[in-house]
C-alpha cells in the first residue's frame, strides 16, 4: 500500500511538471467519457427503465393488422371486447382514443385535447385515482355518460388544485360533465399523453356497427406466465374465428401483440443504440488517443525507468506505476467527463426533436454516475494497458546498449500507427455514418410532395356539437369559413379537408366494388373529406375524370377521388372512372368521378398509400383543416385569419396554426438531430485521429534524424525526403481508411435504419468520406515532412 501510495504521489508530480500532456490527456478522455454518460443517461431513461405501471413488463399493445395497411396498431372495439371475453392468455383489454373538445370552466373557454376511455382502459394499466374515482361499466349506459375524470395537470391549472372540484360540473362541447376523479401527477397514458380528461366512450363498445371503427388504441395486461408469443397466437386464432364470423368487417384482417414498452421505444431504439455504439466508438478514440501519448511518454522515460529497473524495481512495480498513471489520467478525465455530461445531457436534451418518447424523464441520476465512473475504470484500463505491459518488459541490458533509444522508438511507432490507424478506421465509420444521414436529411428538405409547397398556412379547428348540434349546421359553419377567409387581402385560394399533408388526421377504411364478388377482398385504404376548392388550392394535379363539384353536396349522388395509387393498385388494367365503391359510413355507394396525382409521403424512398376522397358537405364532421395560399409570407396572415374566424363565432378559433415551411421544418427535426449529433463524433473523432497521425509522423521523423542526415549528407534530394515521409504517413492513413470503409460496409444494415431513401453503400458518400479523411491526414503529415527535408547533415553527429 506505501509503495502504492508512493508512485501516487509520484505520478501527480510528474503530470504538474507537464502540464501540456496532462491537459490533452484529461481533456480527450473527458470528451469521451462525458459524451458515453449524457448518452447512457438518455438511452436508459427511453429504453430500460419500465414504464411506470403496477408490474408493466406484462402489459402489451394490441392491433389488428392488414397486409395492405402497414405501420397502424389499432383495433376496434368490438372485436376488443370479444378479445376480452375470449382470450385464455389476457387479464384484462381496455381501449382509448384522443378526441378534442371544447373546455368551459366557470365562462373560461379553451380547446383541449382529452380522451374517450372504455373503462377497462385505466385497469389494466392498474393505475388508481388521486381523488375520487374511474371510469366503471356503468359509465357507459346511456344518461349515466357524461361524467369526466380530469388529468392532475387540469386540475391544477383550471381548479386550482381544489379537491371540492369532485362533484363540480364543467362544460365540454357546451354539454354538462359532472368531475368524477383526478389522476395521479405525471400519470400518462401511453401512445395518449396528450389527453389533458376523460370520459367514457359515447357509445357501447359490443355496438356491431363500430366493428369497422378501427381507430382505438388497444392495451391488454398478460396473464401470469404467459409471453407475448404465446398470446399474439392466441389473439391470430381467435381473430380468425371473427373473420370467419364477421366476414364483412374482419375479412383480411389479422392480429399482433407489441410489448407496451416496445411499442412506445420501438421506432426510436436503433437510432438511439446506433447513438450508444457512436459514442462507444468516440471513447475507444479517446482510449486509443491516450495510450499513444503514454507510450510515446513510455519511450521518453526508458532511462529512468531503466535505472529504476538497475536500482532493484521488479517488472510488476514499473506495470503498476505507469497502471497507476493512467488511472490517475482517467480519474481526473471522468471527473472532468461527468461534469462534461450534465452539460452536454442538457444541450442533446434541447436539440431533441418532438415526440421522442418519455424523453421529459432523462436526468442524470446515480445509474448515471455508476455508469460513468464504471467508464472512466475501463478507459484508464485500456489506455493504460499497453505502455504499462511495455514497463513490464524491458530488458535492462539492451536498454542500456547505445544507440537503443532509436531503435526503440521505431518499435513503438508501429504500435502507435496501428492505435492511430483504428482511430481513423472510428473517423470513417462514423463519418460514413453522418454523410449517409446527411444526404437522407438533404433529401428531405427537397421534398417533392406532388403540389406547391410555397405560400401555404395551415391550420386546424373544431366546432362545438353543443353549438351546432347536427350535421347542416357545422357544414354551413366550415363552409362559411371556407368562403369568408377567401376574401382576406393576399389570400389566392382557400381549401378544407380532414387532413393536410404533414398535419396528421388521415382515416383508414375498407372499401368494396359496389355490386361486386360478395366474398371480394376488401380494398385498404386511407380517407379524407374535403371542400371542392382543397385540390386546387394545393395545385395537386388531375389525371383522369373531374374534380369534385359544388354541387356534390347533399341529397346529390354520392362521388369520391381516388389517387393514383389506389388505381394501381386496385384497378389495374380498368379505368376506375366510374366504377362505384361501397363504405360502411355511407349510405350509398360512390361512383369515383376522377383520379388525382399522388402526394408524395415525406419519408424518401417510401411509397404513395392507397387514397380516397369524398365531399365534406355530404358526411360533414365537427373537426376540419384548412389550407390557404397567399401571395406573400404565410405567416402574415395568421391575425387576420384568428380575427374573421371570430366574427364568423367567437368560440371558432385556428389550432396549430403552421406554415407548410414549417411541417417541413418540423418533419426534418429528427432526421436534423441524427445527422449533427453523429456529425460532431464524427468530427471529434476525425480530430483525435488527426493528432494521432500527426503525432506518429512527427515522432518518426525525430527518431530517424541521423537517417535523413546521412540520406542528404550521400546527396538525397529534400523532395525525395518529403514523398518518403508523405508515403509513410499515407500508408498509416491507407490501412484505417480500408479497414473503416470495411466496417462501415458491414454496418449497412444499422444505417440504412437511420437513412431512410438512401442506400447504405452509397458510393458516393463513401468515395467523399474517403477522400476528405484521407487528404486531411495528408496535410497532417505535411508539417513534420517539411521539417524532415530541413535536417541539416551535422545535425546527425548529435542524434542519438
Request: proline share 6%.
Amino acid at each position: 500500500m506505501s509503495g502504492l501510495l508512493t508512485d501516487l504521489r509520484f505520478v501527480i508530480r510528474q503530470l504538474l511538471r507537464r502540464p501540456g500532456f496532462a491537459a490533452l490527456a484529461i481533456a480527450t478522455l473527458a470528451l469521451g467519457t462525458g459524451a458515453s454518460a449524457a448518452m447512457f443517461g438518455i438511452v436508459d431513461r427511453v429504453l430500460l427503465r419500465p414504464l411506470p405501471f403496477p408490474d408493466a413488463g406484462r402489459l402489451v399493445q394490441l392491433c389488428e393488422t392488414n397486409e395492405s395497411l402497414r405501420g397502424f396498431c389499432v383495433a376496434s372495439p368490438p372485436n376488443a371486447a370479444d378479445w376480452a371475453s375470449q382470450s385464455r392468455s389476457l387479464a384484462s383489454v381496455g381501449q382509448g382514443r384522443q378526441w378534442p373538445f371544447k373546455l368551459d370552466v366557470a365562462g373560461v373557454k379553451e380547446g383541449v385535447d382529452g380522451g374517450l376511455a372504455e373503462p377497462g382502459l385505466f385497469g389494466t394499466l392498474g393505475v388508481t385515482p388521486l381523488l375520487g374515482r374511474l371510469i366503471v361499466p356503468g359509465d357507459l349506459a346511456v344518461g349515466n355518460r357524461h361524467v369526466v375524470v380530469l388529468s392532475h395537470a387540469l386540475w391544477i391549472t383550471r381548479f386550482g388544485g381544489d379537491s371540492a372540484a369532485l362533484g363540480r360540473f364543467l362544460s365540454l362541447d357546451g354539454e354538462p360533465y359532472q368531475v368524477i376523479g383526478v389522476l395521479r401527477p405525471g400519470l400518462e397514458v401511453p401512445h395518449l399523453e396528450r389527453a389533458a380528461l376523460w370520459v367514457p366512450l359515447p357509445f357501447d363498445p359490443r355496438d356491431e356497427e363500430n366493428r369497422r371503427w378501427r381507430g382505438f388504441t388497444t392495451i391488454g395486461r398478460l396473464a401470469d406466465h404467459i409471453t407475448p408469443a404465446a398470446a399474439e397466437r392466441e389473439l391470430v386464432d381467435l381473430q380468425a374465428r371473427l373473420a370467419e364470423r364477421y366476414p364483412a368487417t374482419n375479412r383480411g384482417w389479422s392480429a399482433r401483440i407489441v410489448p407496451l414498452l416496445d411499442s412506445l421505444v420501438g421506432p426510436v431504439r436503433t437510432v438511439l443504440l446506433a447513438f450508444v455504439g457512436a459514442v462507444a466508438l468516440l471513447l475507444l478514440a479517446a482510449c486509443a488517443n491516450v495510450a499513444s501519448l503514454l507510450v510515446a511518454r513510455g519511450v521518453a522515460r526508458e532511462r529512468e525507468l531503466v535505472v529504476r529497473a538497475a536500482v532493484g524495481a521488479r517488472p510488476g512495480a514499473l506495470f503498476r506505476l505507469l497502471a497507476v498513471e493512467s488511472m490517475v489520467l482517467a480519474l481526473l478525465g471522468g471527473g472532468a467527463g461527468l461534469l462534461l455530461a450534465t452539460w452536454t445531457a442538457g444541450g442533446l436534451l434541447a436539440l431533441m426533436p418532438g415526440g421522442l418518447p418519455r424523453i421529459e424523464h432523462v436526468t442524470l441520476d446515480t445509474r448515471t454516475l455508476a455508469i460513468a465512473v464504471l467508464l472512466t475504470a475501463v478507459a484508464g484500463l485500456l489506455a493504460g494497458v499497453a505502455p504499462a505491459l511495455r514497463a513490464a518488459r524491458l530488458n535492462l541490458g539492451e536498454s542500456m546498449r547505445a544507440g537503443h533509444q532509436a531503435e526503440a522508438w521505431r518499435r513503438v511507432l508501429g504500435l502507435r500507427g496501428g492505435l492511430v490507424a483504428g482511430q481513423v478506421m472510428i473517423a470513417v465509420v462514423l463519418a460514413v455514418g453522418a454523410g449517409l444521414l446527411g444526404r437522407s436529411y438533404l433529401a428531405q428538405l427537397a421534398w417533392k410532395p406532388g403540389f406547391d409547397r410555397d405560400h401555404l398556412l395551415v391550420f386546424w379547428s373544431f366546432a362545438s356539437s353543443g353549438r351546432y348540434p347536427d350535421q347542416a349546421r357545422v357544414s354551413a359553419l366550415f363552409v362559411g369559413v371556407e368562403q369568408s377567409l377567401r376574401t382576406l387581402p393576399g389570400v389566392t385560394a382557400v381549401g378544407m379537408a380532414s387532413n393536410v399533408p404533414l398535419f396528421g388526421g388521415e382515416e383508414t377504411g375498407e372499401f368494396v366494388r359496389a355490386g361486386g364478388d360478395p366474398a371480394q377482398q376488401p380494398m385498404a385504404a386511407r380517407w379524407y373529406d374535403m371542400s371542392p376548392s382543397y385540390f386546387p388550392a394545393l395545385g395537386v394535379p388531375l389525371k383522369r375524370g373531374r374534380l369534385l363539384r359544388e354541387d356534390d353536396g347533399p341529397g346529390a349522388p354520392g362521388v369520391a377521388l381516388i389517387n393514383e395509387a389506389m388505381a394501381r393498385r386496385y384497378f389495374s388494367g380498368s379505368d376506375p372512372v366510374g366504377q362505384r365503391l361501397s363504405y360502411r359510413d355511407r349510405p350509398e355507394p360512390m361512383e369515383i368521378v376522377g383520379v388525382v396525382g399522388d402526394v408524395s409521403p415525406f419519408r424518401p424512398g417510401e411509397a404513395a398509400a392507397p387514397e380516397v376522397y369524398w365531399p365534406y358537405r355530404q358526411v360533414p364532421r365537427w373537426a376540419s383543416s384548412f389550407v390557404v395560399r397567399t401571395r406573400g409570407d404565410p405567416r402574415l396572415l395568421a391575425r387576420a385569419v384568428a380575427e374573421r374566424m371570430a366574427e364568423i363565432d367567437p368560440e371558432l378559433r385556428p389550432t396549430q396554426v403552421q406554415t407548410m415551411e414549417e411541417l417541413v421544418a418540423r418533419g426534418v427535426a429528427r432526421p436534423r438531430f441524427q445527422m449533427l449529433l453523429i456529425g460532431v463524433f464524427a468530427t471529434l473523432a476525425l480530430a483525435l485521429s488527426l493528432v494521432g497521425v500527426y503525432g506518429v509522423v512527427a515522432a518518426s521523423v525525430a527518431a530517424r534524424t541521423r537517417e535523413f542526415g546521412v540520406r542528404l549528407a550521400i546527396g538525397a534530394a529534400p523532395r525525395q525526403l518529403l514523398t518518403m515521409v508523405l508515403r509513410e504517413g499515407a500508408l498509416l492513413t491507407g490501412v484505417g481508411l480500408l479497414a473503416g470503409t470495411l466496417v462501415a460496409a458491414g454496418l449497412s444494415r444499422l444505417v440504412a435504419a437511420l437513412t431512410p431513401g438512401v442506400r447504405s453503400t452509397d458510393p458516393l458518400t463513401y468515395a467523399a468520406i474517403v477522400v476528405l479523411v484521407g487528404v486531411a491526414a495528408q496535410l497532417a503529415c505535411v508539417a513534420p515532412a517539411v521539417r524532415a527535408t530541413r535536417v541539416h547533415p551535422m545535425d546527425t553527429l548529435r542524434a542519438d
